[in-house]
């Protein structure tokens, strides 16, 4: 260490309560216990282990067992950056990058007309007892350890992001383990990644809008209307995403890019967003118990990380999925400006019983999962009469056991016409899907045919919300092209997850292969092999990076910028789940540096279970977290229901617009203390 009076942060322990490190490979490089040397102006300096420590207990006194954590961690990581440690090629780097960290510091201090010790004491260094080269030193040392720290997360990143399928029955344990794509500890087996796209289109409906009254603008209907009438018409959720989509998460400056979000389990989304997705997967929709039946035990595994309790489970299958008839979206749009009947108004201009404000609480106010169907709005004459057109109006209160206006039943939930607005012919975007029950039912899907998915959420940036699952946290089969024109067999080529998420480029270089007439694809690349020309040519596989199918007929030639932007937005997602303390068990393997005891405290054995202990709240914290997002979920769809089925106006209330006879006493539209048509009282 450098010399002097007095140092910052690191001071040695008295001799009484001296820490030091034991190993199975003899650390210690010195009998003063100098383990970590660099090279700083010119001259080796060293750390001491026991002054790393001491710096952890100096700043940390009530926490002594997450600073010894800290301390030996930081031993840790150092002692890697030195000779036989696993990040030992990287110490010259690190020291580099450090020296030129000073080196900029001090140019920033004379670019600012500022000496180079205050510019240290305004990084925190102030103690006068020590000299100006002294605090340089400590900065350094700061440094340093901030470009490991660094240099770490990125080489963990890169040793355990392998996808080939050898990783999961790999002879090494860390990479069983720690496999990010493949490890039981790994972020596709903890944080279930769903990767899915996503319009919003807001509404002027305040906070207070409850379940059955919310009021929008015309343009709020007429949004609605362009964002599905686009995608039964054939546009792409990408495009209709990033012309109409009113999210401010979607990218900035315009550039929306197609609402595209990896959703992991700690992902910040609202109830109705992130467990509707869940439920509609798992407990609704057929694919929970096709994903069941090929992979039990990791159906189960990750399904324990999703934290389903049972009484939520009940109510969301009770409650089950709302239809969106296309019928009713074309009427809302034609019914977004019509607030009078012949400029006279409806219950004193109640907004409450604007046509388009009826059409949205009935159809779009739903919580629960909906989905755009190609079928009819009902018209007035099936309406007006009372249940002929398979609707139940009027229903007994089973408390007041007086009539009771609606449109709903017992569980929230009403009945639709059947009858098909589009053509076979123009109905291309409605495809069929079948649900838990077995029932089956066309509704509106992207252009890849995944179901587009209709939630309302009562949270800040409240909207409707159309989300499409690119890809579930569950399936980990997916059918990318077949492989008869490339391999002369009619076997399905699967994508697994962890292909599917691999954060690889599939090319390195632009270009075209001049003899097969195709781009140049890599082959670390999650691919199929081939020949094309007596050439040997990797197709890559349809994946989150490389989003076309690529056939061996096929061009596609996307930039390896464009492939690198979707690489890097892949891997920030996945390194920000990396683990801190598998860090520290994957950087002491082979070292094996343990503290020893302090005054009959036994050190590691407290750093041992501070480590479990930690792990154990994290996943008890998780557990909360989640139950009381579920809880919370099913109480909002149960209250819903609750709600909507005394104060929900029916639907005939719109198709009737004015006719006077249903705002008279005794029908749907009466209000005693308003005026219905025309100013007179009912």
């Known amino acids: 260490m450098v010399k002097g009076k007095k140092r910052l942060m690191y001071v040695a322990l008295t001799a009484a309560s001296v820490i030091s490190l034991s190993g199975c490979n003899e650390v210690t490089a010195t009998n003063n216990g100098e383990i970590l040397t660099y090279s700083y102006n010119g001259s080796e300096v060293s750390i001491k282990t026991d002054d790393i420590v001491t710096k952890y207990l100096k700043e940390d006194k009530n926490s002594h067992a997450s600073a010894l954590y800290d301390a030996l961690y930081e031993i840790i990581v150092r002692r890697n950056f030195e000779d036989g440690g696993k990040l030992a090629s990287y110490k010259e780097t690190v020291t580099d990058k450090a020296n030129e960290s000073i080196t900029k510091a001090k140019e920033t201090a004379d670019d600012n007309g ?221 019914v977004k400006d019509k607030t009078t009947v012949n400029s006279i108004t409806v219950n004193d201009n109640d907004p409450d019983y604007y046509p388009r404000n009826i059409l949205f609480n009935k159809y779009f106010q739903n919580r629960n999962v909906g989905f755009i169907t190609n079928e009819t709005a009902f018209d007035y004459d099936a309406l007006k009469e009372n249940g002929t057109g398979g609707l139940k109006h009027t229903r007994e209160d089973n408390v007041s056991g007086e009539k009771v206006w609606s449109d709903l039943d017992d569980n929230g939930n009403y009945k639709t016409t059947g009858v098909p607005y589009f053509a076979d012919e123009q109905a291309k975007a409605f495809q069929e899907i079948t649900f838990k029950d077995g029932s089956k039912k066309k509704v509106l899907c992207d252009t890849d045919g995944n179901p587009i998915i209709v939630v309302r959420n009562k949270e800040s940036s409240s909207g409707v919300h159309f989300i499409i699952v690119e890809r579930s946290g569950f399936d ?48 670390a690349f999650p691919h199929v092999e081939t020949t094309v020309n007596g050439e040997t040519v990797y197709l890559p596989k349809k994946t989150y990076v490389q989003k076309e199918t690529v056939g061996p007929n096929s061009f596609v030639n996307n930039s390896v910028t464009n492939y690198q932007e979707r690489v890097d937005t892949l891997s920030t997602n996945i390194k920000k789940q990396i683990n801190s303390y598998n860090k520290y068990y994957w950087l002491n393997s082979g070292l094996d540096i343990t503290l020893k005891d302090i005054l009959g405290v036994k050190a590691q054995e407290l750093v041992d279970k501070y480590i479990e202990k930690e792990l154990v709240n994290t996943d008890k914290t998780n557990a909360k977290d989640f139950d009381e997002k579920w809880i919370s979920y099913a109480t909002s769809l149960e209250k819903q229901v609750e709600e909507r089925k005394y104060t929900l106006l029916p639907e005939v209330l719109a198709a009737g617009f004015g006719d006077a006879e249903l705002y008279k006493e005794g029908q749907p539209g009466y209000k005693a203390d308003m005026h219905s048509i025309g100013g007179d009282k009912a």
């Not at 925190?124 to 400590?138: I, L, P, R, W």
């Not at 949004?223 to 979607?250: C, K, M, W, Y």
């Open 114 to 334: 500022q000496s180079w010790e205050k510019y240290l004491e305004a990084q925190g260094y102030t103690d006068s007892t020590m000299t100006v080269a002294e605090k340089e030193h400590e900065l350094f040392l700061k440094n340093i350890y901030s470009e490991m720290t660094t240099t770490v997360d990125d080489q963990f990143f890169d040793r355990f992001k392998g996808h080939t399928d050898g990783l999961s029955t790999s002879t090494d344990e860390l990479q069983k383990k720690y496999n990010l794509l493949n490890g039981s500890e790994g972020w596709i087996q903890k944080y279930v990644p769903y990767h899915v796209k996503h319009i919003l289109v807001q509404n002027d409906a305040s906070q207070e809008y409850g379940y059955s009254r919310g009021q929008i603008s015309s343009d709020n209907a007429h949004n609605l209307f362009e964002v599905i009438n686009n995608l039964a018409n054939g546009s792409s959720f990408t495009d209709v995403a990033n012309r109409f989509s009113q999210d401010p998460g979607n990218g900035d400056g315009g550039n929306k890019k197609g609402g595209e979000y990896i959703m992991a389990t700690d992902a910040g989304f609202v109830n109705e967003f992130q467990l509707g997705i869940y439920a509609w997967d798992l407990l609704l929709s057929n694919n929970g118990e096709l994903y069941k039946s090929s992979n039990e035990s990791l159906y189960n595994s990750k399904l324990e990380h999703l934290f389903v309790n049972d009484d939520a489970k009940e109510t969301i299958e009770d409650i089950s999925v709302a239809y969106i008839p296309f019928g009713v979206v074309a009427e809302l749009d034609e």
């Open 476 to 523: 980990d089969t997916d059918i990318n092209f077949t492989v008869d024109s490339v391999a002369g067999t009619t076997e399905d080529y699967k994508t697994t997850l962890n292909e599917y998420y691999a954060p690889v480029n599939p090319k390195n270089k632009e270009g075209i292969n001049a003899k097969t007439g195709k781009p140049e694809w890599v082959e």
